[in-house]
T-cell receptor, first 112, second 113 residues
């Protein structure tokens, strides 16, 4: 059984640029949630996708957007990057919108 | 809004010592409570959970009891091992879901021989 995989593992962007992060969900899971973990902080919920629709959103501005594809993989897009967007971005899949989360290892974004 | 407060780390213990990591929460309603662990180089993993007051979650020798009267969910282990060295996160969710979580800031545990 393949777990949750994320790409890229590390990337560096400059302020104002746009970034796309990718996540492949675990086999059998139809729900993907995204979290932002700043250095020294706990993860913060960004949003969840269930059956290709956004199903709940945390306190993040609209420049954070996402997609879920028919195979349940997902993308997180961040536009107009700011320095404070530097963080570890975690993807988690689950067997339904209320199920246990299975996390990937994350994508570390540095904004200069 | 909902929030979780954890004791600050790092916590450094000798092998076989007793572990307590404190966690208190603020929430409306009746949240579910979780402990997640992040081993070096790995993703977050669910360690244990409790969904209602007085429930005790347990796994791998770790335990935590949902205390509604003190709004706490302290993590304990009677005898830690070097392999328990990791970052531990306390988290809560609105009742009925395990997937939209509010996390604490994490507590790093270092166990030495």
């Amino acid at each position: 059984e393949t777990g949750v995989t994320q790409s890229p593992t590390h990337l560096i962007k400059t302020r104002g640029q746009q970034v796309t992060l990718r996540c492949s969900s675990q086999s059998g899971h139809n729900t993907v949630s995204w979290y932002q973990q700043a250095l020294g902080q706990g993860p913060q919920f960004i949003f969840q996708y269930y059956r290709e629709e956004e199903n709940g959103r945390g306190n993040f501005p609209p420049r954070f957007s996402g997609l879920q594809f028919p195979n349940y993989s997902s993308e997180l897009n961040v536009n107009a990057l700011e320095l404070d967007d530097s963080a570890l971005y975690l993807c988690a899949s689950s067997p339904g919108p209320h199920g246990e989360l299975f996390f990937g290892e994350g994508s570390r974004l540095t904004v200069l | 809004g909902d929030s979780v407060t954890q004791m600050e780390g790092p916590v450094t213990l000798s092998e076989e010592a007793f572990l307590t990591i404190n966690c208190t929460y603020t929430a409306t309603g009746y949240p579910s409570l979780f402990w997640y662990v992040q081993y070096p180089g790995e993703g977050l993993q669910l360690l244990l959970k409790a969904t209602k007051a007085d429930d005790k979650g347990s796994n791998k020798g770790f335990e935590a009891t949902y205390r509604k009267e003190t709004t706490s969910f302290h993590l304990e282990k009677g005898s830690v091992q070097v392999s328990d060295s990791a970052v531990y996160f306390c988290a809560l969710s609105d009742s009925g879901t395990a997937s939209k979580l509010t996390f604490g800031t994490g507590t790093r545990l270092q166990v030495t021989l």
